[in-house]
């Protein structure tokens, strides 16, 4: 029996401009403050991957008109509010699709039942439950908060929450929850997290109050009450995204990609920030306004990259990349030090666990750590890694894009098993790495 996989093998300079698929966290946010909202929402750079369109349909099913106008151009109708689902919502792989229709969904008088893929049911919900439940909802859940799992919302009461993790999704779910609070809700974050919901809200014309405070945190208070109103969206470039044609180009000898309109909210472009820290050749140009947020065009030149402290203070901001960052790291003179990044173990797969098995299956030294993981380089930058595995990436797309970048500067070719995952947040990756001049091919693997 053989299953199916990809390998990518090394080959020419990548080259070229793309345009990096819309963001994934705008793209789920436009789709739910749409239909909580009364009257149209035209979205234009809706990323059309598995996780999205999940979420499309649970607004569907929540009572919206959710159509698809043509390529990544939709509309909702908003109907002001959430009727009860006639059936169970399942957000496929989207930890952020379901925490943030948990949040959305506890602010009416209705039951819903909740659940998703393997990944998903394995994935931590209490951290939302928690607030939900200190405002008033209630729920029965598998043991330790696991989907699948029926929440009863409604008749929610004030919370002044204080985030006990970095977590952008649990923000997000208490101030959707708070919009419909006696009250509202007050969030406080001691590390700053992506601020995609706050700025979202304001442009479907919610009140939303952000102040510092004296020990460094962000307050961050919504009014109860608020209505929202349909709005425009345009979804800029993933920065998530852009990161794997990027970094390919930082490792590939001879290339050079340009990444069009990716996202450069502070919150999320600090790998682009560590890059250049590490001598990457990175360079942002047309910076522009898009959206109520700032994207630029980002350009790779193949570098001789040097290991870094990637700072913690900086690990939520850039949460998402570090598999990636990982990858350039194994191409690197020295040591990569990586801490502060526990939060990785409870993504789509436990990607600090996933990442230093597949870099060790790629010839790479490399040190895992509780909260932390360290990347032994190349005694010579530009010293290519020897490849060569087979990488297990228990259905994780960014597990699997990020070794396939790693194959198509290693000696020997590397394949990734589950490869249908990628279509959760990059649909088309593979076709725009060929198109660029990468050797990635499907192939049969043998079990693991
Ligand atoms: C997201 C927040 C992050 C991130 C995820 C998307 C969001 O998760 O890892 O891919 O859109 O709010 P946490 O908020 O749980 O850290």
């Known amino acids: ?248 180009a930082l490792i590939t000898p001879g290339s050079e990609v340009t990444v069009e309109g990716v996202l450069l909210n502070p919150l999320r472009a600090a790998l682009f920030t560590t890059l250049q820290e590490m001598g990457a050749d990175l360079v942002i140009t047309n910076v522009r306004e898009a959206g109520g947020d700032q994207v630029g065009d980002v350009t790779a030149r193949h570098s001789a990259l040097r290991g870094v402290v990637a700072p913690p203070e900086r690990a939520a901001a850039m949460i998402d990349e570090y598999p990636i960052l990982a990858i350039a790291a194994a191409f690197a003179e020295g040591p990569t030090i990586m801490r502060g990044i526990g939060e990785m173990r409870v993504k789509e797969s436990d990607r600090i666990a996933l990442t230093a098995a597949g870099l060790a299956a790629c010839g790479v030294g490399v040190e895992e750590e509780p909260e932390g993981l360290i990347v032994n380089g190349t005694v010579r930058a530009n010293h290519p890694v020897a490849g060569g595995g087979r990488v297990t990436t228990h259905g994780d797309h960014r597990i699997a894009m990020a070794h396939l970048v790693l194959g198509l500067a290693a000696e020997a070719p590397v394949s990734v098993d589950e490869p249908g995952m990628i279509a959760t947040s990059f649909p088309g990756f593979v076709e725009m790495m060929t198109g660029l001049g990468a050797q990635i091919q499907p192939a049969d693997l043998a079990p693991a």
């Open 1 to 248: 029996m053989t299953a199916a996989g990809l390998t990518a093998t090394r080959g020419g300079p990548l080259r070229g401009r793309v345009r990096a698929p819309g963001d994934k966290s705008i793209s789920h946010r436009s789709l739910i403050l749409g239909a909580m909202a009364s009257g149209t929402t035209e979205i234009t750079g809706l990323l059309e991957g598995e996780d999205v369109k999940r979420t499309a349909a649970a607004m569907a099913a929540f009572g919206a008109r959710v159509e698809r106008l043509g390529a990544g151009r939709w509309r909702v109708e908003g109907q002001g509010g959430f009727s009860e689902p006639l059936d169970v919502i399942d957000c496929g792989n989207a930890g952020t699709g379901v925490r943030l229709i948990m949040g959305a969904a506890a602010g009416f008088d209705l039951s819903t039942t909740f659940t998703g893929d393997a990944s998903l049911r394995g994935r931590p919900m209490n951290r939302v439950l928690k607030p939900l439940g200190e405002m008033g909802a209630t729920w029965i859940a598998r043991s330790g908060g696991r989907l699948p799992l029926t929440l009863r919302g409604g008749n929610l009461k004030t919370i002044a929450y204080r985030l006990p993790e970095p977590s952008a999704q649990v923000k997000s779910a208490v101030l959707l929850a708070g919009l419909h609070a006696k009250g509202g809700a007050v969030v406080i974050e001691p590390e700053a997290t992506r601020d995609h919901t706050e700025r979202m809200l304001r442009a479907f014309g919610a009140q939303v109050e952000i102040a510092p405070m004296d020990d460094g945190a962000r307050r961050i208070f919504v009014p109860g009450g608020q209505a929202l109103s349909g709005t425009q969206v345009v979804v800029p470039g993933d920065p998530s995204s852009a990161a794997f044609p990027l970094v390919a």
